[in-house]
C-alpha cells in the first residue's frame, strides 16, 4: 500500500498536463484566430484641394484601422493649385502600406465649361463627379470590398475609431455627423417633393446632440459608409441617374434618390464627435476664400480638441508669422493659464501671427489693499450697465493687463499695437440646418 501512494504524485504529474493539450496528438486544441479586419475602399474625389489636403490626408494616415486591408481610390482633375502633386507624393510614399492603390490624375483640363469659377457647379461638373463615385463603387465591387467610405477632401475625421463605430451601427448606408462652424452638418431631416432641402423641427436636436444616437434620414453626404455586404447595396448607384429620376442633377440628391428605390435607408450617428468640415461657399468664392474657410474650421477644431497635424508623409513649407504691418502685438494670458497660453499660440501660429506673451494682471489674486496701493477707487454706486452690477475682480484684471500695455506703448513710442486676449470668443455663422 505504502509503493502504490508514492508512485501517485508521479503519475498525476505524467497525466494531468496532458488533460491541457488531449493525450493523443489529434485531440490537441488551440484557440481559433480572430477574424481579418472587413476590406474598406476610401474614395477621394479631389479639386483644388491643397489648402486642406495635409491635414485631411493626416486624419486618413491616422485612422485606428489595419492599412493592409483598406484600398485607396484617388482622382482629382480641373485643378487649378498643386492638388495633383500634393496626392501624387502621398500616394508615392503609403502605396506599400495599404491593399490596394489605384490613382486616376487628370491634369489636361483646368475648368469645365461654362463655370464660372472653381466653386462654381454647374450640370457637367455634378455629371463628372457622379461617374467619378460610380466608377470608384464599380472598383470596390470587382475587388471584392466589405464596404465603401466616400469622403470630401476637407473633411477632417478626427476620431480615429470612425471605421468601426460606423460598422458596428450595422447599416447600408451611414454617416458619422460632421460638427461645422454653423447650423450646417452632412445631413437633411426632410427633403420636398422635388428632392431639394426642407427644414423640420428633428433636425436641431440631432445637430446640438440634444437627441443622440443613428436616425433614419432622407439624406447623408459628404462623408459616408456603404456596406457592400449588404444585398440591396447592389441596386445602389451613382450614376446614371435612376430611370425615374427627374430632380435635379445633383450628385447627393441622384444618390440619395437611388438608395430610395433599392429600399435603403440612409442613417447619421451623432453619438460622439466624428469629425468637422467648412460650410458651403458661395459659387463666386475663391480658392483663397475657401483656405480661409478651411482655417477657421481647424481654429473651431482646436477650441476643444488639441490641433491636427498634417500628413507626416508630406513636406510642407514652413509658416511664416509676422505682426500684420505693426511694431508690436500682444498677447494677454494668466500665468496660472498654460493650457490657454499654449492653445492661444498655436492658434495664432496657424494664422502666421507673431506675438509678444505678457502675463495678465489676475484680478483673483488682487485684494483691497492691493487695489488702494495702486491709487484705483470705485465709482460709488457704479453699474456694468450690462449685467448691472459692480466691476468684478476679473474685470479690474483685464482692465489693468491692458493699461500696462498701454504705458510700455507709451513708453517705447511704438507706432501702432494690437492686443489680443488669450480668452476668444465664437462667432457662429448662420447656415444652412
Known amino acids: 500500500m505504502h509503493r502504490v501512494t508514492s508512485l501517485l504524485p508521479a503519475l498525476l504529474f505524467v497525466l494531468l498536463p496532458g488533460l491541457s493539450r488531449g493525450y493523443f496528438p489529434e485531440e490537441r486544441w488551440s484557440p481559433e484566430s480572430p477574424l481579418l479586419a472587413p476590406r474598406v475602399v476610401i474614395a477621394l474625389v479631389c479639386r483644388n484641394s491643397a489648402h486642406s489636403l495635409p491635414l485631411f490626408l493626416g486624419g486618413i494616415e491616422r485612422l485606428h484601422y489595419p492599412k493592409d486591408r483598406i484600398a485607396l481610390w484617388v482622382a482629382t482633375d480641373h485643378n487649378i493649385d498643386n492638388t495633383t502633386a500634393i496626392l501624387r507624393d502621398w500616394l508615392i510614399q503609403v ?42 463603387l ?22 480615429p475609431d470612425v471605421l468601426w ?38 433636425y436641431m436636436p440631432i445637430r446640438k446632440q440634444e437627441r443622440r444616437g443613428c436616425f433614419d434620414v432622407p439624406m447623408v453626404h459628404s462623408t459616408y459608409l456603404v456596406d457592400l455586404r449588404k444585398e440591396a447595396s447592389r441596386q445602389l448607384a451613382f450614376y446614371p441617374p435612376h430611370t425615374q429620376y427627374s430632380w435635379a442633377l445633383d450628385d447627393v440628391i441622384v444618390f440619395a ?29 475663391t480658392l483663397l476664400d475657401e483656405a480661409e474657410s478651411f482655417l477657421h474650421t481647424h481654429l473651431e477644431i482646436m477650441v476643444k480638441h488639441s490641433p491636427l497635424e498634417p500628413s507626416s508623409f508630406l513636406s510642407l513649407p514652413p509658416k511664416q508669422p509676422n505682426m500684420m504691418g505693426f511694431d508690436e502685438v500682444f498677447m494677454i494670458n494668466l500665468v496660472r493659464r498654460s493650457d490657454r497660453r499654449e492653445r492661444m499660440l498655436r492658434t495664432l501660429y496657424e494664422q502666421e501671427l507673431s506675438c509678444k506673451v505678457v502675463a495678465a494682471v489676475d484680478g483673483k489674486a488682487l485684494n483691497k489693499t492691493d487695489i488702494e496701493s495702486m491709487g484705483i477707487k470705485m465709482l460709488p454706486g457704479y453699474k456694468d450697465p450690462y449685467h448691472g452690477r459692480p466691476l468684478t475682480k476679473g474685470e479690474l484684471g483685464c482692465f489693468l493687463s491692458h493699461y500696462n500695455i498701454w504705458k510700455e506703448l507709451y513708453r517705447e513710442e511704438a507706432n501702432a499695437g494690437r492686443t489680443f486676449r488669450e480668452t476668444c470668443t465664437k462667432h457662429p455663422q448662420p447656415g444652412r440646418g
Not at 115 to 125: A, C, I, S, T
Not at 141 to 157: F, G, S
Not at 170 to 180: F, G, W, Y
Request: charged share 25%.
Open 95 to 136: 502605396q506599400n502600406d495599404y491593399h490596394y492603390v489605384e490613382w486616376r490624375p487628370d491634369e489636361e483640363t483646368s475648368a469645365f465649361e461654362d463655370e464660372v469659377g472653381p466653386k462654381h457647379w454647374n450640370n457637367l461638373r455634378y455629371e463628372h463627379v457622379m461617374k467619378l463615385r460610380q466608377a470608384a
Open 138 to 159: 464599380d472598383s470596390a465591387r470587382e475587388i471584392w470590398a466589405d464596404y465603401l467610405l466616400v469622403a470630401d477632401c476637407d473633411n477632417l475625421l478626427t476620431n
Open 165 to 202: 463605430k460606423l460598422m458596428r451601427e450595422n447599416k447600408t448606408i451611414v454617416a458619422p455627423m460632421l460638427e461645422s462652424r454653423a447650423a450646417y452638418s452632412n445631413f437633411w431631416c426632410g427633403m420636398t417633393s422635388q428632392g431639394y432641402y426642407k427644414r423640420t423641427p428633428a
Open 257 to 285: 434618390y437611388s438608395a430610395r428605390m433599392a429600399d435603403v435607408q440612409m442613417y447619421v450617428c451623432n453619438k460622439e464627435t466624428y469629425g468637422y468640415f467648412p460650410v458651403p461657399m458661395r459659387s463666386h468664392a
